[in-house]
């Protein structure tokens, strides 16, 4: 087995250099692969990219642009009606709703409603006028321009962390978990105020009376977060007592069904039960007729025997009678046929 596995692990190893596909490339974490550093792991990575980019080069020169070409011929005739709503991603990936070939404006509840050419604030997008082309870039795959942000501030945080209270407020403007906006916001406030005259434009540092104002302003900011917090930490005991609520009436709802389910089991018990008793009563029934319809049939079989001997008997009677007659008719033809020769002898004599 050694041999075989030495031979197979090199095999593999011939394998990886012909295909320039390494371990690393494929996100293996093995004992091996996680003894090499960072950048060793990083220079496969790009060796790999680097070997197999002449695939992604000839899809993006060739494949891609030739779908963009037909995509585009198909798109003003599959998308030909006026006042057509559909959904389209803006530069950041975000969803949005539009009007194709007909002008519109958004409403109120954010869909596209109709509107006149030169009402303002409409738009319009023919897809029937002008010509299109398109452009294809080969690059790290990105589901949002926010997300390449935050990859690349952090990288720059990493390398520069003593930098991190003047790049943090910035850079969670570039994330989208819940909250971020508003520490932001804070962190933004906090940084103003450890480092005046940091943000400030080229028109010259804030006067006096601008930054009391500012400060003032900030206070009164506070005071109104502070007075949300409060109505957060409310509306949040507010909600764990509805949730408790809900969760003793669910438990109270599963202890009725679990006794509900149990009463029922019982019901089908006792009923099978009870089922199983008629059938039991039932088929000692079935045996006991079963008993009493071979015992009346022996009986009478064994009548039928004695009814068949008794006509046997008679027929045997019967027979030796019309015997006897029948000898003694034959004794008394013989007695008259010798009365009748001894008359004839007695006549002769005479």
Partial sequence: MGPSMLLVQQSDEFIQSSTGIFDATLGDLSPTA???SGRSILALQQQSDVGNSHYLQNLANISMLYESRVVLDLIPTVYD????VTEILDSEDEPEQVMLNAPFKPGQDGRPMPAQANERGAKHFDLSSGAYGTSVTIGKSYQSRL????????????ASPELMPIVLPT?????DFPGAPELASLLEKLRDKKYPGLMDDDEGPQTPDELKAALAQAK????????????MESYIKTEQAKQQAQIQKAQIDAQAKLQTAQMDAQGKQQTVMVDAQGKAQQVQMDA????????????????????????EAMQSALQRAHEIALQEDENQSEERQARVRGRELNAGRE
Avoid: D, T
């Avoid at 009606?81 to 057509?84: A, H, I, S, V």
């Avoid at 850079?171 to 994330?175: G, H, I, M, S």
């Fill in 220 to 231: 009164q900011q506070i005071e109104q977060m502070g007075q949300q917090m409060q109505q």
């Fill in 81 to 84: 009606r006026p006042g057509r």
């Fill in 34 to 36: 996680s003894k090499q």
């Fill in 147 to 158: 997300q390449a942000g935050a990859e690349e501030i952090g990288k720059f945080l990493e």
């Fill in 288 to 311: 006991q007729a079963k008993i009493m319809l071979e015992q009346v049939k022996l009986e009478g079989e064994k009548a039928l025997e004695r009814m068949k001997e008794q006509f």
């Fill in 171 to 175: 850079y969670l403007k570039f994330r």
